[in-house]
């Protein structure tokens, strides 16, 4: 049996309300269930159970998937042990050789080096609670850390010595310590990668150990080592502290983020709990995009150094590119949120932080603001107006319009002088443009697939004209084209099988779209508009590059290749004006 028709075995026999009864207190209404969504924090049942369908849907936060994606999601469980347990419960035995699927190949290494990670914290921890120890001393005494924040966050220490680690793991295959990241290798054997340092157990969202933060105990260089990365661990994936600030951060629906394993120990320590860092990167896309799962909004808590200014401003370049809500939180220079929280405790803390925060469009114009010197203040409003050439027209309205109120510039004058900066960055713009076009295709693509899965039997009546090489957007809109297709069972559409098939964000991006009513309204005319709109695009393409091979045919004087590619052109040019009067496009 394979590993789909497993998925597809389970989904068929077990009752999604069932499964989310368990969790959730659900009312049937009509075709549906209804409850308050255990994704976020909401007063009114948004949160929609369809036993039929087979799946869920928040109309709130936007989660979407089927009876397993839910378990996984609210147990925070790997895929094959959220699939076991809604089995489990179901009454339906697996088959003997489910272990055996190369899905769980993976899962199963994984597994085992998280063991390994996990006994490696133990053996630190129980290092670090040995009494005169210098780590325990570090933290208690230097550090102000609280023997509950030590517990909490499994602080340990490795000690003095190239072989700790090492005889307690005697016998594992050096492969697999090797993939730990915890050792190295050298003439001699493997040795402790991390030696004389505090450690700091790095969890992933499921609280397994993936990896280790370490620090000297001294003033030399460089204070922090990570672990490298590894199967368990991407930097740009993992958030230090969000497993133990997750619940914080569901109630409150927002989140600190700090840039230091002690900054996130001494805010959680503060009260703070809902304090996650970056590790060993700058905070980044990836990284907002976890939040944005759990959190409304993201409060970015910096040094008032040089260093943290440079940061804020990162902060709020990533809040342009994803739209999030973002705020900034500056702290009086030579203090960082760990010496804030030591030196002036939490209600001072809390006092600070509701005086001081700022929106990030606020952040942006601040350095405006308070500059005094007029040509100064000239040249900082034209760094920020340069900022925001190309990017989204509302977010940048709206930002001229505040600019207008604050400044008391008329804002036709602004929207003018705007332009003029605009004009003066073409070749950024062309980029931006490129990268436009790029997107609309993209989304022509992403409708195509969503116009199938409202209506499938409109896929099998053009499927001879859709193939996977149909699509260019292969890190998104194929993966769902992909998984759309494995979805028929006995050429029947299972919309909850095609979850099982999608990772967490194309099922979003999917579910999204799952209510829409558009989708079924003349889909076989959107369908031919939108083959027609991708057509006059790859004829654009066409074009241009027959206009390319013309000059070039000039510069060599080949005039009758000049003419025959000049009737090529023409031609193109008649279906692009035909395309154009077809789809009412200017």
Not at 500 to 506: A, D, Q, R
Request: net charge neutral; hydrophobic share 40%.
């Amino acid at each position: 049996m394979s590993f789909k028709d497993v998925i597809d075995k389970v989904l068929k026999q077990v009752k999604i309300s069932d499964v989310v009864g368990k969790y959730v207190e659900l009312e049937k209404k009509g075709a549906n269930h209804f409850g308050l969504c255990p994704f976020h924090k909401e007063k009114s049942p948004s949160f929609s159970v369809n036993d039929d369908k087979g799946i869920y849907h928040c109309f709130g936060c936007g989660e979407s998937g089927n009876a397993v994606g839910f378990v996984m999601k609210y147990k925070e469980l790997p895929f094959k042990k959220a699939l076991s347990e809604v089995a489990e419960e179901a009454g339906i035995d697996l088959p003997e050789d489910f272990n055996l699927q190369k899905i769980a190949k993976d899962e199963t290494e994984k597994e085992i080096l998280a063991g390994i990670n996990k006994k490696g914290a133990l053996l630190y921890y129980q290092e670090l609670k040995k009494e005169d120890n210098p780590a325990k001393e570090y933290l208690e005494k230097k550090r102000s850390v609280s023997p509950e924040m030590i517990k909490k966050f499994a602080l340990g220490f490795a000690k003095d010595s190239w072989d700790f680690l090492t005889l307690h793991f005697k016998g594992f295959p050096k492969d697999t310590l090797l993939k730990t990241g915890l050792f190295g290798e050298g003439k001699n054997g493997i040795y402790d990668r991390f030696k004389n340092k505090v450690m700091f157990p790095i969890f992933d969202v499921r609280g397994s150990v993936v990896a280790f933060g370490s620090r000297v105990l001294d003033d030399s260089k460089p204070k922090y080592i990570n672990s490298p990365e590894t199967l368990l661990f991407k930097k740009r994936e993992i958030l230090y502290g969000l497993n133990f600030a997750l619940p914080s951060i569901r109630e409150k629906n927002s989140v600190f983020v700090v840039e230091g394993y002690m900054d996130v120990i001494l805010m959680h320590q503060g009260g703070f709990e809902n304090t996650v860092a970056a590790l060993g990167t700058a905070f980044g896309d990836d990284h907002l995009k976890i939040i944005s799962r759990y959190a409304k909004e993201a409060v970015f808590v910096f040094d008032g150094d040089e260093a943290g200014r440079k940061a804020a401003a990162r902060s709020v370049e990533i809040a342009l590119n994803n739209g999030f809500p973002v705020k900034i939180l500056t702290l009086p220079e030579g203090l960082d949120p760990a010496d804030f929280i030591v030196t002036k405790g939490k209600d001072a803390f809390d006092e600070y932080y509701k005086k001081e925060v700022l929106n990030w469009d606020d952040y942006l114009l601040s350095p405006v603001k308070n500059e005094k010197e007029p040509l100064s203040r000239k040249k900082k409003m034209q760094e920020i107006l340069k900022s925001l050439t190309g990017r989204d027209p509302f977010i940048v309205n709206s930002l001229l319009e505040k600019i207008s109120r604050v400044f008391e510039i008329e804002k036709k004058e602004l929207d003018r002088y705007f332009n003029r900066i605009k004009n003066k960055t073409k070749p950024y713009e062309k980029k931006i443009e490129k990268k436009a076009e790029a997107v609309k295709h993209f989304s022509a693509e992403l409708e195509i697939v969503l116009l199938f899965i409202h209506n499938p039997k409109l896929y099998l009546k053009h499927q001879d004209k859709i193939s996977e090489a149909f699509f260019e957007d292969t890190e998104n809109v194929l993966p769902i084209f992909q998984a759309f297709k494995e979805s028929f069972s006995d050429e029947t559409f299972r919309e909850d099988l095609l979850f099982s098939l999608l990772s967490e964000e194309l099922g979003k991006i999917v579910g999204r779209n799952l209510n829409s009513k558009k989708y079924r309204l003349e889909p076989e005319r959107q369908l031919l508009d939108i083959f027609a709109f991708l057509r006059l695009e790859n004829i654009k393409i066409q074009r241009q590059g027959v206009l390319d091979q013309i000059k070039e045919a000039e510069k060599e004087d080949d005039f009758e290749r000049v003419l025959e590619l000049m009737k090529e052109e023409q031609g193109l040019s008649r279906e692009i004006h035909e395309l154009k009067n077809k789809l009412k496009t200017v």
